[in-house]
């Protein structure tokens, strides 16, 4: 799980360093970017602990039990279970890789449960065969993501695949709101006024689904295919943003007025 090989930088600063359940028993590779950072950012000894998760499990501390010439070897003590992101799900136009990177990462610091890239009518078609996801470095910016938040939880994420297809597995449950800056009548804000009086009276808070079109926006078609399987249309105001600056924008509009801060 080397951080240089997933498209991020030796030198991200990692607030929890985060493991692989099948690495926990190996020692750490010396020219892995974690045991630098452990080395050189944290500068620990031999003895000397640190903080630790197991991916899409619980935070724990590591202690630096031996330094050799080619690896670290490591102990683990494990605590709780972080608790599970908010039931938001983001359904994201397929942009290119370099704006998926920032979303990916993005989405997974500040807590969401699945993230779907579609085909859209109006996106680039190679866009979907991107080493980002033929590789399997996507996976990694999600990693990045969940470290920077001192978490161990990993959205679930899908690539490629149609918007009538992926609306067509979505909970029926959920709240579905589709951001749009050109026929939608209300801020998103308003559109999930509903869902915060019926989280009031609830246990369990209901789930919410973003649609976020491509870079181009939605064609007339899919606005039809949205309004039928019953997403309101919403804006985040009158400037026109980035596809990154939309997620992060709308992630935190809903988180703070469902009081899931």
């Given amino acids: 799980m080397d ?24 020692p750490l590779a010396r020219s892995d970017s974690r045991a630098t950072h452990i080395l050189e950012v944290l500068r620990r000894s031999v003895g000397d602990s640190f903080d630790v998760g197991l991916v899409n499990g619980p935070h724990g501390k590591a202690t630096l039990s031996a330094i050799h010439h080619d690896t670290l070897a490591l102990s683990f003590v494990w605590g709780t279970l972080p608790p ?22 993005e989405a997974t610091t ?13 996106g680039e078609p190679s866009y979907a065969s991107s080493t980002l996801w033929s590789s399997g470095e996507w996976r990694r910016h999600l990693l990045a993501g969940a470290a920077q938040a001192f978490c161990t939880r990993l959205p679930d994420v899908t690539f490629g695949h149609s918007l009538s297809d992926i609306i067509a597995g979505l909970p ?14 209300v801020a998103l804000e308003a559109a999930i006024k509903p869902v915060a009086k019926a989280n009031e009276s609830s246990t369990t808070g209901q789930a919410v689904i973003l649609a976020l079109g491509s870079e181009r926006g939605w064609t007339a078609a899919e606005r039809d295919l949205l309004r039928a399987n019953h997403f309101a249309l919403a804006h985040l105001g009158p400037r026109v943003l980035r596809t990154e600056t939309a997620c992060v924008a709308s992630i935190a509009i809903v988180k703070s007025s469902l009081g899931w801060l």
Avoid at 110 to 122: D, P
């Fill in 3 to 26: 951080l240089r090989a997933n498209g991020a930088s030796q030198n991200t600063p990692l607030n929890l360093v985060l493991f692989e359940p099948s690495e926990i028993a190996l």
């Fill in 84 to 105: 599970l992101p908010p039931p938001i799900t983001l359904l994201i136009g397929l942009p290119r890789p370099q704006t998926a990177r920032k979303i990916l990462q």
């Fill in 110 to 122: 500040l807590g969401v449960q699945a993230l779907h890239f579609v085909t859209t009518a109006r």
């Fill in 172 to 185: 029926p449950q959920a709240t579905r709101v589709a951001l749009d800056n050109y026929e939608s009548l």
